[in-house]
């Protein structure tokens, strides 16, 4: 069978060059994997991406918080990292491993015993420095596929759509399904900012119309057109 | 098996070739040359276009009908003294009284070059073998076609034209001049008829051939630290790859001959 098959133009991409692309963007702009509020990440830099804090009635400066997530590992069909038994890696699927790190800044909080004042505004910006940060690491599995988007420049390009997450010995179960309802948005969130453009899954080589795919078999990303 | 594999296949390559052989543009070369007893120097400028490529595992890109166009602007050179005979006036030494032997000195007419520019173009196709060369230079990788041999140069039966043009734009030079005009006309029309086609193959073949026997096509050209997504604003900087390997072959993968490139890439 031809590479090109019914179309002219072939590309194919191994998992470890996926890999390494997902690798090359973390590693350029670190910001897409640690997100924390100004306790934590007080502006927006290469390194870390700023963001509020979580309002909340009688904590000044609200909740602060900071998620870390280490570089994503993919995994193109057919499977060769193990998974927990929750998930099974689908034909044309591929799977993501990496750990989350969750931080929460815990403060003492004193009970004021003035009367509420109508100008109290518990979302103003903290202006207290970090006192106790209290983490936890997570080691998450996830199931998905790919999907064409458009990257910046409106080149074509992938990204990764996520349809399971699992985490292993969390426990009591609803603990365990909260976490994993807050890590498939978090995680989705974030791997739909790393898009690859397709230029980069060919190296270059070979002008591309994308006509069929792209499509993950035999460990490869790949695409045909014209 | 190489991280990235790339693939086209024939139709793909004849819409690569014809882009990338448009791409090398007009060239020129100036020189001199002999056809028969004439010498002639020249500027040639030749345009390739694409003809039909023909992949061949496990390496040969084979282009048949590749076409080069070319304007050839000659300055032709006929020296008289091929056809005259030198001309001397010899000495003559008379006795003068009171004076003494007096001579003349010896006289003799050098006959000049005529010089006649011509112009002419027309085409020649060839059947060209490429092989496939891989470079790192200067921190970009290059995937090229590179011409196998020389090539055949076949020349139409218009190219006999060129001994037209030459008789036609020597004759009314030499024809003005006195006295021996026709005589020189009529000797290098049929000088000209004598070289035929065959001596002007030879005269245009060393010529034109350059244009194609040195050709290298460029089929992939990137540099080794390659962009896979520009700077978008201050916190989101540029993000790189390192090409660390390319591999280039032609395939056959049933029922398809297919160019295949490969990559190797590392963050």
Same mark, same amino acid.
């Given at each position: 069978m031809s590479l090109t098959q019914a179309e002219n133009v072939y590309i194919a991409a191994h998992e470890d060059a996926l890999n390494a692309l997902v690798e090359a963007v973390c590693t350029d702009r670190p910001r897409l994997l640690v997100y924390g509020s100004p306790a934590f990440v007080p502006t927006t830099t290469v390194q870390e991406t700023s963001m509020a804090a979580i309002p909340f009635p009688g904590v000044a400066g609200g909740i602060e918080w900071r998620v870390r997530l280490s570089r994503p590992v993919i995994d193109l069909h057919p499977q060769s990292v193990a998974l927990p038994p929750e998930l099974a890696l689908a034909q044309g699927g591929l799977s993501i491993r990496l750990g989350v790190e969750i931080c929460l800044d815990c403060r003492r909080l004193r009970i004021d015993p003035r009367p509420p004042r109508p100008n109290d505004d518990d979302t103003k910006p903290a202006t207290h420095p970090l006192r106790e940060a209290t983490c936890c690491k997570l080691e998450v599995f996830a199931v998905g596929g790919l999907q064409r988007v458009a990257a910046a420049g409106g080149q074509d390009a992938i990204t990764f759509r996520i349809d399971g997450v699992e985490i292993v010995d969390v426990a009591p179960e609803e603990v365990e399904r909260l976490l994993e309802c807050l890590l498939f948005m978090i995680l989705q969130a974030v791997l739909a900012t790393i898009r690859i453009p397709l230029t980069a899954l060919r190296a270059g080589a070979f002008a591309l119309a994308l006509t069929v795919g792209p499509a993950i078999e035999d460990d490869q990303v790949k695409a045909r057109g014209i | 098996? &190489?991280?990235?594999?790339?693939?086209?296949?024939?139709?793909?390559?004849?819409?690569?070739?014809?882009?990338?052989?448009?791409?090398?543009?007009?060239?020129?070369?100036?020189?001199?040359?002999?056809?028969?007893?004439?010498?002639?120097?020249?500027?040639?400028?030749?345009?390739?276009? =694409?003809?039909?490529?023909?992949?061949?595992?496990?390496?040969?890109?084979?282009?048949?009908?590749?076409?080069?166009? %070319?304007?050839?602007?000659? &300055?032709?050179?006929?020296?008289? +003294? +091929?056809?005259?005979?030198?001309?001397?006036?010899?000495?003559?030494?008379?006795?003068?009284?009171?004076?003494?032997?007096?001579?003349?000195?010896?006289?003799?007419?050098? %006959?000049?070059?005529?010089?006649?520019?011509?112009?002419?173009?027309?085409?020649?196709?060839?059947?060209?073998?490429?092989? /496939?060369?891989?470079? /790192?230079?200067?921190?970009? %990788?290059?995937?090229?076609?590179?011409?196998?041999?020389?090539? =055949?140069?076949?020349?139409?039966? &218009?190219?006999?034209?060129?001994?037209?043009?030459?008789?036609?734009?020597?004759?009314?030079?030499?024809?003005?001049?006195?006295?021996?005009?026709?005589?020189?006309?009529?000797?290098? =029309?049929?000088?000209?008829?004598?070289?035929g086609i065959a001596g002007i193959t030879g005269f245009l073949g060393p010529i034109l051939s350059p244009f194609v026997s040195g050709l290298r096509i460029p089929v992939y050209q990137q540099p080794q630290q390659f962009v896979v997504l520009p700077a978008e604003t201050a916190v989101d900087p540029q993000v790189d790859i390192v090409i660390d390997q390319i591999t280039a072959a032609v395939a056959h993968n049933a029922p398809e001959d297919e160019l295949v490139l490969g990559a190797d890439i590392s963050a």
């Open positions: - | 098996m &190489s991280e990235i594999t790339a693939a086209i296949d024939e139709q793909a390559a004849n819409t690569l070739f014809d882009t990338a052989v448009g791409a090398v543009g007009p060239q020129s070369r100036s020189g001199t040359g002999n056809l028969g007893p004439f010498t002639a120097s020249y500027t040639v400028t030749g345009t390739l276009s =694409n003809g039909d490529v023909d992949l061949i595992p496990p390496g040969t890109i084979r282009i048949v009908d590749l076409r080069l166009d %070319w304007q050839l602007d000659l &300055s032709f050179g006929f020296d008289l +003294s +091929s056809f005259l005979p030198d001309f001397c006036l010899p000495q003559v030494c008379v006795n003068i009284p009171c004076v003494g032997r007096v001579c003349t000195p010896r006289i003799c007419i050098d %006959w000049p070059t005529v010089t006649v520019p011509v112009s002419f173009g027309d085409f020649v196709k060839a059947t060209a073998d490429f092989g /496939l060369s891989i470079t /790192l230079q200067g921190g970009v %990788w290059k995937v090229e076609a590179v011409v196998q041999g020389v090539p =055949n140069l076949q020349f139409g039966a &218009s190219t006999a034209a060129l001994l037209v043009a030459i008789g036609l734009a020597a004759t009314p030079v030499l024809l003005a001049i006195p006295f021996i005009g026709p005589f020189l006309a009529v000797a290098v =029309n049929a000088i000209l008829v004598a070289i």
